[in-house]
C-alpha cells in the first residue's frame, strides 16, 4: 500500500520553506545516488523534525540511525547554544556521507557521529536526553525504546520514524518481520504509560511521545 501521495508532498513542499544550500545537497545526491534513497526524510518532514527541534529548544539530542545526514542537519538546528546531538550509523558507508555533509554544513562542533551497534553504544552515551529521533532496524525499535527511555528527562520527546511501515500495518493481515516489529511497536508505546503520544500521519508515520 503506497501511503505517500505524491502529489500532495509536492504541494506541501511548494508551501514549505526552503531548504539550506547544504541539506538540499544531501537530498539531491541522496535521490539520485542511493540504493536506498527512501529512506531519506525529505524536504517536509525534514522541515517538521527541524520545527519540533526548534519548538523543544533541545540541549542534547540522540538520533538513532544517521543514513546520509539530513536528519540530523535538520535536528540540529533547534539546538541551544552549547547544545550536542549524538548519532550513530551502522553502515560505514553511510557514516562516510555524513560526516563529510557535517564538516560542510560547520557542524561538527555540535554533531558527534558514531560508528556502530546502537545497541553496544547508547550504554556507554553518559546523558540525560532533550530529544531522542528513532530512524532504524525496526525489528529492534523496541530495544531502542526501552534502552534509551530511562535517560530521557522528564517532559522530554521521543520521535520514531515509520511507523505506518508504507501502510503494512494497515493490512488486515501484517505480513513481513519488519511490519510485524513496527506493529509491536506501537501496541508496546499505546499500552506504556510512561509516555503521552501521537501518531501523526506525516509521510511514512511520526510517533511523537512525551516522557511523563
Known amino acids: ?33 542511493h540504493p536506498h534513497a527512501h529512506m531519506l526524510s525529505g524536504h517536509v518532514q525534514g522541515k517538521v523534525l527541524e520545527m519540533i527541534s526548534s519548538m523543544i529548544k533541545p540541549l542534547r539530542i540522540l538520533e538513532i540511525g544517521t543514513f546520509t545526514g539530513f536528519s540530523a542537519l535538520c ?21 562516510a556521507t555524513a ?12 554533531v558527534i557521529l558514531h560508528l556502530g551497534d546502537a545497541r553496544q553504544i547508547i550504554p556507554t552515551l553518559q546523558e540525560d536526553w532533550d530529544l531522542i529521533f528513532i530512524d532504524a532496524d525496526k525489528v529492534s525499535y523496541i530495544d531502542y525504546y526501552e534502552l534509551t527511555l530511562p535517560a530521557v528527562k522528564k517532559g522530554g520527546f521521543i520521535l520514531a520514524d ?15 518481520k519488519n511490519a510485524k516489529a513496527i506493529q509491536a511497536f506501537n501496541e508496546h508505546v499505546a499500552n506504556d504509560n510512561r509516555v503521552e503520544k501521537v501518531l501523526l500521519t506525516v509521510r511514512d508515520g511520526l510517533l511523537l511521545m512525551k516522557k511523563l
Not at 535536528?75 to 557514516?95: V, Y
Not at 515509520?162 to 513481513?176: D, M, P, Q, R, S
Open 162 to 176: 515509520n511507523v505506518l511501515f508504507h501502510g503494512e500495518v494497515l493490512e488486515a493481515e501484517i505480513k513481513g
Open 75 to 95: 535536528l540540529a538546528k533547534g539546538l541551544q547554544p552549547g547544545g550536542k546531538l549524538h548519532t550513530l550509523e551502522l553502515r560505514e558507508e553511510d557514516a
Open 1 to 33: 500500500m503506497e501511503l505517500v501521495n505524491h502529489i500532495v508532498e509536492a504541494y506541501a513542499k511548494n508551501f514549505s520553506s526552503p531548504l539550506d544550500e547544504v541539506l538540499q545537497q544531501v537530498e539531491d545526491d541522496t535521490l539520485q545516488n
Open 99 to 110: 560526516g563529510k555533509y557535517f564538516a560542510q554544513a560547520n557542524v561538527n562542533d555540535k
